[in-house]
C-alpha cells in the first residue's frame, strides 16, 4: 500500500522527521529559505499534505488546485492562509498552539527587560571599550519590579506574560475582546479599555492577533495616548503597528522605546528605518525559536497531518 505524500516547504531535523516515514511518504524543501511559488505550485497537486512556513502565502489558487487533504502551518498564526478558501475546498487547517506559549512568554518579557535596562546598549558600551569610568547615572534604565503592564490581547500567551509581571509585583492592566474573570482571578489582572491601557501603562505589550479589526491598532493616535515614559513591546504580529507612526513616536519623544520581534514586512534589512534608532531593541521574529519549543512544534504538525490522512480529526485545526 503506498503511503501518503507529504511535502514540507523547509528542511527539518531527520531526527523529528524519522519516527513518522513508516507511514508518511516525506519529502522536504532542501534550501533553508522561502521555497519558490514556481516550486511550491508544481507540488500542490502531487502531495495529501502540506506543512508550510509563515513565509507561505495560500490562497484561492492553491486551494482550488491542491491535492492536499491537510495544511499543518508551521505556526500559531495563520494569517498567510486563506482559511475560507480552504473551506471551500475541503482542506483542513492546523496550527501550532499552546506548545510555544510560554516561551513566546519568556521573549516577550526578554524584550521589555532589555528595553528598559538598556541591556543591548550596555553591550555596545563595553565591547566598544567605552567603559573607562564609574558614573551615577551610566546607562540608567528604568525599574521593571512595581510598574505598570498592560496586556492588549489576552490570550494564552497574554495570560503567561501576567503571570510572569506578578512575579514582578507589577500592577497588570489588560484588555480584550472578552472579559477573562478566571485570568483575573487567577493573576489578580485587571480588565480595562484599551484607551485606559495605553494611558495608565509603563509597558504596552501588543499580544492581540492579526485581522482585519487589528490592523495598525497601534498608530499614531495610539502612541499619542502613551506615557511619554513608556515603552511598547511587539512579539505578535508586525502589521498590527503603523511602524511610521511607531517611528514619529520614538523620534519625537512621544514613547521612551521599543522592543520588537515582528514587523510589518519581513524579514527586514540592517537600513530599516527603527533600526537607526537607540532606543529601538529588535530580534528576529524568535518568539517560539528555542530548539525544545521548535522540535514541539514540527512534531505537533507531523501528529496533526498524520492523524487527518488516517480519517481521524486533527489535535489543533484552525476554527
Given at each position: 500500500m503506498m503511503k501518503p505524500n507529504v511535502y514540507i516547504t523547509?528542511?527539518?531535523?531527520?531526527?523529528?522527521?524519522?519516527?513518522?516515514?513508516?507511514?508518511?511518504?516525506?519529502?522536504?524543501?532542501?534550501?533553508?529559505?522561502?521555497?519558490?511559488?514556481?516550486?511550491?505550485?508544481?507540488?500542490?497537486?502531487?502531495?495529501?499534505?502540506?506543512?508550510?512556513?509563515?513565509?507561505?502565502?495560500?490562497?484561492?489558487?492553491?486551494?482550488?488546485?491542491?491535492?492536499?487533504?491537510?495544511?499543518?502551518?508551521?505556526?500559531?498564526?495563520?494569517?498567510?492562509?486563506?482559511?475560507?478558501?480552504?473551506?471551500?475546498?475541503?482542506?483542513?487547517?492546523?496550527?501550532?498552539?499552546?506548545?510555544?506559549?510560554?516561551?513566546?512568554?519568556?521573549?516577550?518579557?526578554?524584550?521589555?527587560?532589555?528595553?528598559?535596562?538598556?541591556?543591548?546598549?550596555?553591550?555596545?558600551?563595553?565591547?566598544?571599550?567605552?567603559?573607562?569610568?564609574?558614573?551615577?547615572?551610566?546607562?540608567?534604565?528604568?525599574?521593571?519590579?512595581?510598574?505598570?503592564?498592560?496586556i492588549v490581547g489576552m490570550g494564552r500567551i497574554g495570560e503567561a506574560v501576567a503571570r510572569r509581571a506578578k512575579g514582578f509585583s507589577m500592577d497588570v492592566l489588560y484588555h480584550n475582546r472578552s472579559r477573562k474573570e478566571e485570568a483575573e482571578r487567577e493573576f489578580g489582572v485587571r480588565y480595562a479599555s484599551f484607551e485606559e491601557v495605553l494611558s495608565e501603562s509603563d509597558f504596552v505589550i501588543c499580544m492581540t492577533p492579526y485581522t482585519e479589526e487589528t490592523h495598525h491598532l497601534f498608530n499614531e493616535a495610539s502612541f499619542r495616548q502613551m506615557k511619554e515614559s513608556a515603552f511598547f513591546i511587539n512579539t505578535s504580529r508586525g502589521k498590527t503597528v503603523d511602524e511610521q507612526a511607531l517611528q514619529k513616536a520614538l523620534e519625537e519623544k512621544e514613547i521612551r522605546g521599543c522592543g520588537l520581534d515582528v514587523f510589518e514586512n519581513e524579514p527586514i534589512s540592517a537600513d530599516h528605518p527603527l533600526l537607526q534608532l537607540k532606543n529601538v531593541t529588535a530580534t528576529p521574529h524568535i518568539g517560539s525559536s528555542t530548539v525544545e519549543t521548535r522540535y514541539r512544534m514540527m512534531e505537533l504538525c507531523l501528529d496533526n497531518v498524520s492523524r487527518v490522512l488516517a480519517g481521524e480529526a486533527p489535535l489543533t485545526p484552525v476554527r
Open positions: 523547509r528542511p527539518l531535523p531527520e531526527e523529528v522527521v524519522a519516527p513518522y516515514r513508516d507511514h508518511l511518504d516525506i519529502d522536504m524543501f532542501e534550501e533553508d529559505r522561502p521555497i519558490p511559488e514556481t516550486k511550491l505550485a508544481a507540488k500542490r497537486r502531487e502531495v495529501d499534505a502540506l506543512i508550510p512556513m509563515l513565509s507561505e502565502k495560500l490562497g484561492e489558487e492553491f486551494f482550488a488546485e491542491t491535492s492536499a487533504q491537510v495544511v499543518a502551518n508551521l505556526a500559531v498564526g495563520y494569517d498567510n492562509i486563506d482559511i475560507e478558501a480552504a473551506k471551500k475546498h475541503g482542506v483542513t487547517v492546523t496550527n501550532t498552539p499552546d506548545v510555544l506559549t510560554e516561551t513566546t512568554a519568556d521573549l516577550t518579557f526578554a524584550l521589555m527587560m532589555n528595553v528598559a535596562r538598556r541591556l543591548s546598549e550596555a553591550q555596545s558600551y563595553i565591547k566598544e571599550d567605552r567603559w573607562k569610568q564609574w558614573s551615577p547615572l551610566q546607562l540608567a534604565g528604568t525599574d521593571i519590579h512595581h510598574k505598570t503592564m498592560g
